[in-house]
């Protein structure tokens, strides 16, 4: 897969309650300020038929789904997503936000299930070649004060019923990502009021502006 | 993936209307009749999950899916196939008869949709190990023929609307296939009378059942 990348790529990655919706926004309106062209999206998700595939694995009734079943799901309904939404984004120059994406599978799938992270690696490849996000924002903070927030919304989806030990091996997986590739990775204090995180996101795409 | 097989799994696979059904009855009845516990499945297809996947992907109405996402599915609800039904019954001893396989997505995948057999085969170590098929049954006719008989049928799914130079590739992969393995794929002419072609499948039935 050759991808001629115009524009730029940034995910938003996080445990649950850390904050992403509120950042996403921030970011978005920072960019589109800028005079950029923003494409929204989201991870498991993005077109009519990612969508469906996001359903069927965040649905609570699917309950005996298998992990490489949930894995290669997940993958499916990246393929769909990268050739129909974000690669003609990416080619058109526009810049690409989104809520997730493979980090979220080596934290989640990965971390949280236990499948071995080279076997994810074999499914990024396959389906993503060479293509990785430019920028990827870590909104990090303690797994049960993130959970205390995610509790006050609304009904938990089949990830959020999993139980706290689950989400601290996602945040581990996370961080170590995080730290292995600190260029592409900034982890974001997501624990202080929204103003003070906002401040340390604005202060990274200043620098990404600026280049 | 260990399986300890002490069943086996036997597959039929060809294009279309050469007359899967009538024979997949005809291979259950003799090995029921030999005393064997039979599980007849199919693919894509098998526990609720998967045949969920198979609607998806044999929808019409998913016109704009992309040949990799529908790999990627065809694996997702393999894995699924594998982990809930085929591998729990060939561990017990049971006999799995199965509609469809993997030489299914070689042939229709690889040599329909065109994507690498060696793509294909990435997925297919990553999803199965080193499980194959024991006996492989590939009923083979001129695509013409079987389009003729299949068009009289019911509504078309989105593969059986595909155009007959599609059909062509896939009987070429399938018979590459039987003649790179011919121990375990054996073409069977689908083209005589429906007693002709029961009679070769019960000669290679009896020869398995005699081991």
């Known amino acids: 897969m050759v991808v001629n990348m115009k524009g730029r790529f940034i995910t938003l990655e996080g445990t649950?309650?850390?904050g992403k919706t509120s950042n996403l926004n921030f970011i978005e309106n920072i960019l589109r300020d800028a005079g950029i062209d923003v494409v929204r999206t989201r991870e498991p998700g993005g077109p009519p038929l990612s969508?469906?595939?996001r359903k069927m694995v965040l649905d609570t009734h699917q309950d005996d789904i298998c992990d490489d079943t949930e894995l290669l799901l997940m993958f499916a309904a990246r393929a769909?997503?990268?050739h129909q939404l974000i690669i003609p984004a990416l080619e058109a120059g526009k810049w690409v936000v989104c809520d997730r994406f493979t980090d979220a599978t080596y934290?989640?799938?990965g971390g949280g299930r236990g499948i071995d992270q080279s076997r994810?690696?074999?499914l990024e490849k396959w389906v993503q070649g060479d293509l990785r996000p430019d920028l990827t924002f870590l909104l990090d903070m303690p797994v049960e004060d993130?959970?205390?927030r995610a509790s006050s919304r609304s009904e938990p989806d089949r990830f959020e019923l999993e139980k706290q030990d689950f989400f601290e091996h996602v945040r581990h997986t996370y961080l170590r990502r995080a730290k292995a590739e600190p260029e592409r990775v900034k982890i974001i204090d997501a624990s202080p009021s929204l103003d003070?995180?906002?401040h340390q996101i604005g202060e990274v795409l200043s620098?990404?502006?600026a280049q």
Do not use: D, M, N
Request: aromatic share 4%; hydrophobic share 50%.
């Open 16 to 18: 649950e309650g850390v």
């Open 51 to 53: 969508e469906t595939i």
């Open 80 to 82: 769909q997503h990268l």
């Open 107 to 109: 934290a989640y799938q």
């Open 120 to 122: 994810i690696a074999i």
């Open 146 to 148: 993130g959970l205390a």
């Open 196 to 198: 003070k995180v906002q």
């Open 207 to 209: 620098e990404i502006l």
